[in-house]
């Protein structure tokens, strides 16, 4: 399975991002789609995951404000970020699990959030 993402960008506190995952591949394979974020010095950490079937898990820090959706024909993922806040300011990493191949990752995008 092959990923690529797209979206991210500079964008002030308050504001709004919507990035896209596209998989390629064995895309039938693939179970569960999700966005993982890294920042500086942290370590890489799950913000929002979803299923073939639509059950959707997130991160606390971002209940409320982020929605991940996913279009099973299209093989995307989608994570519309609301109400952005500095801290959000990682790279962001869409990732794919194929029950076949296991676990894909993807180049990932950087989203900064600032004034």
């Known amino acids: 399975v092959q990923l690529v993402e797209s979206g991210g960008g500079l964008v002030q506190p308050g504001g709004s991002l919507r990035l896209s995952c596209a998989a390629s591949?064995?895309?039938?394979?693939?179970?569960?789609m999700g966005w993982y974020r890294q920042a500086p010095g942290k370590q890489r950490q799950l913000v929002a995951a979803i299923t073939s079937g639509g059950s959707t898990n997130y991160a606390d820090s971002v209940k409320g404000r982020f929605t991940i959706s996913r279009d099973n024909d299209k093989s995307t993922v989608y994570l519309q970020m609301n109400s952005l806040k500095p801290e959000d300011t990682a790279v962001y990493y869409c990732n794919a699990v194929s029950v076949m191949t296991g676990p894909s990752w993807g180049q990932g995008t950087q989203v900064t959030v600032s004034s």
């Open positions: 591949g064995s895309i039938f394979t693939i179970n569960v």
